[in-house]
């Protein structure tokens, strides 16, 4: 109890004096988790509507490897990342590993199929009536994709708060790929590791609860936006 | 708009689910498509508003092969809600439509007036009662003033005084804004009550069109016979 109570104050410690080496290691850490999230949102968002509107053969088998990568333990995603751009490797002219490049390229990886998943099952059946209903007013395809947006908004947005969630949590994938170099790719989880490994649990506890702060700020943020228009007393997009 | 249909075919795997050699629905008429399950009423909805791909065939809009997208629309039998206020699903088209905010609230506070919607104008339309849902959908399809109408089941959730208000909306729009509507029905009262034409499909074929009158009291067919002596006598 001790370590954890002195790991509290150490993080309000190290928040208010703006430690140099913490604050790096936290801009690291969003700006991976950040941009990783952005691409596999953006490209996992589309494809997992897709992949939900469309009948076709292999669909099932598709669905199966989908779900499948969405449990991928990111030690082996990192592992197949870092075998990639190894020097022997297929990519390792393009000498990208341990830069934070390969850590975004791992973590990107490792959110994309949650992304998908997550669309794919919010979608459904829900994805066809919308898309007819849009039809039968005489909606555009931004339009209909506008309305699209708002009505899987909820699960869109849960799709990336796991996607989040499972990037800014994630350890094995970037302490792989990106080595945790000091000031170039440590991150909070790799820093908490190898705190813990030199004893110095105070500290480890504290950027432990500063990552969860974090992490508990983000999450509200986009619950925010999750709520229904109404119970949020708010205007929507889509009305303005 | 009047509707001309040639050599339609629609086949789900092996089975045959309509085959129509020609059909013309005139405009600024009511016709009600009836026959018994499977006959392929709904079918036939979907494809002519574009829902569906036909296998065969071609279908004229006012002599035209492209589908009217703008000028028409369909009410489904379970109408899909925006999460929204009714007021919000009743504007939808009009706002995508790019309408000036003080007609859009004109034209559903008078559509909402005349299908008895006004009190609900301002609750969630996916909490609604399923005949409230229904009469949201025909407000929202209407409000764009679409020249073609495609009706499923129109009413089948609702009570008979918020039927009979939906069916006089139906009948001015056909008589005096020249509206085609064509519609989906089991009942075969409210084809009676509601339609200028009957269109009976069996197995997916057009057995019998006609003027109503004629349909209930003189039908030409055997099979149209045999489905009204079960049916309606």
New interface residues.
Partial sequence: MDIIAEGLVEALRLIASFDREVFEVVLTSLYVTFVSLAIAGGAGIPAGLLIAGHRFRMKGILMRVIYTLMGMPPVLCGLIVYVVFMRRGPLGSLSLNYTVTVMIIAQTLLILPIIMGITISAAGERQE??R??A??????KR?TAG?LM??LKPGLITALVSGFSRGISEVGAVMIVGGNIEGRTRTMTTYISQLKGMGEFERAVAVGIILLVLSFAVNSLLYHFQK???SAGRK?M??K | MEIEVDGLEKTYGARKVLSIEHLTIPSGKITAVVGPNGAGKTTLLSILAGLEEKDRGRIFYDGAEKIPFQQMTMVFQKPCMISATVRKNIAWPLKIRGTAKAETAEKVERLAGELGLTPFLDRRADRLSAGETQKTAFARALVFDPDLLFLDEPGANMDPHALIEMEAVIRRLASERNKTVLLVTHNLAQASRLADDVLFLSEGRAVEHCKTADFFACPREEETKRFLEIEWR
């Fill in positions: 009536q919308v007819k209903l039809r039968t007013l005489g909606a555009g339009q309305l708002h009505e229904p228009p109404e929507e889509l009305w």
